[in-house]
């Protein structure tokens, strides 16, 4: 290897050491909302438009793509207007969209009803490293400034689905530190170096190919943890006959995997948990950590159980099981488990403010 390359690698290491606690999950603003474009504001176009959006919130919000085949859903589809709050027309580009709200607590009720999951507004960041070959059979990656269309289909999939992608620069420092053929390899220690200065919650390595009439996608998702994108957790093989698809297909695909393991399973109740609190050292704190653990889709019921010095106890329903609870609380950071010495027992420390 070039000794200026290793140089590169070894730089990006200790960038990877020093920052892997600074990735963290990313509030997605407007789940509950979704805008499209529409020809003209007759009724029966906003209501044909209305029914769309609300297909889309209902993903967003569960997770799934596939949530609208759900009987109990579908026959709420035809009474989407009951379910807004607000809608109005906007001019985007010189093209006018219908732009609308819907109630998220009427969403939320009807998923649960239907036993469909429930995914939170905090979400794992995930860097796409997406390689393709062109028609001089050279490798490239798809950068977020591509002009070809590429990253905006992969940008609109991933805002459909209320996901925070992100693609990378593909800039000098990117292209010193990996090569083209190495992120089409989906070599996950050497692409896992490059990534290391987006400091995502995971990393997709992904390509698409053309074979004869078809697109074949292949993509294997990666978890952060302290030592790198060593752990892979998924991957997936398809083909499709158009681009485009194939490239909404790597969202929607990965975007379930997330959604699987972050969302709450409405159609199971997972009993009570305590949640011991160690250092509410402040009204100020004490109504942040109400606030937060009343704000977890997985969570019901929520109240104080007792309080003594700094030390509070919270006890809540759990909805769906207790470790994807507990994946939820590791992504987001806010109440981090530690064992205490003085208690002698595993509780929690407050990190909101931080």
Not at 112 to 131: C, E, F, H, N, Y
């Amino acid at each position: 290897m070039p000794v200026k390359k290793l140089t590169i690698k070894i730089l990006c290491l200790l960038v990877l050491i020093s920052t892997h606690s600074l990735a963290q999950a990313k509030l997605v603003e407007s789940l509950y909302s979704a805008q499209t474009l529409v020809t003209d504001q007759s009724k029966a176009a906003r209501i044909s438009a209305i029914e769309q959006l609300f297909k889309s919130v209902l993903i967003k919000v569960s997770g799934h793509s596939a949530v609208i085949d759900n009987p109990d859903i579908a026959k709420e589809i035809s009474e989407s207007m009951s379910y807004i709050t607000t809608f109005n027309y906007q001019m985007v580009e010189g093209r006018r969209h219908l732009v609308a709200s819907f109630n998220e607590s009427s969403i939320d009720t009807l998923l649960k009803q239907a036993g469909v999951s429930i995914w939170g507004d905090q979400r794992p960041t995930a860097m796409i490293w997406l390689a393709f070959r062109d028609n001089d059979d050279q490798r490239s990656v798809v950068a977020g400034d591509d002009v070809s269309g590429q990253a905006s289909v992969l940008k609109l999939a991933a805002k459909k689905r209320g996901m925070p992608m992100l693609l990378p620069l593909w800039d000098l420092e990117d292209q010193f530190s990996i090569s083209a053929g190495e992120v089409w390899g989906m070599f996950p220690d050497s692409v896992g170096l490059a990534n290391s200065r987006y400091a995502t919650d995971f990393m997709v390595l992904s390509r698409i190919v053309l074979q004869g009439l078809t697109y074949q996608l292949n993509w294997a998702i990666y978890k952060r943890d302290p030592s790198g994108y060593n752990a892979i957790v998924a991957s997936g093989l398809d083909e499709f006959l158009d681009r485009n698809i194939a490239l909404s297909a790597l969202v929607d695909q990965t975007s379930d995997f997330f959604a699987r393991q972050y969302s709450v399973d409405t159609s199971a109740l997972g009993g009570e948990q305590e949640f011991i609190v160690a250092n509410v050292d402040s009204v100020a704190n004490y109504a942040a950590v109400l606030k937060y653990l009343n704000g977890l889709k997985g969570l019901e019921s929520v109240r104080l159980k007792h309080n003594q010095h700094h030390v509070f106890s919270f006890v809540a329903t759990v909805i769906g099981n207790h470790q994807s609870l507990e994946e939820v609380l590791k992504l987001e950071r806010k109440l981090v488990e530690s064992y205490d010495d003085a208690l002698g027992l595993e509780v929690y420390q407050w990190q909101g403010a931080n």
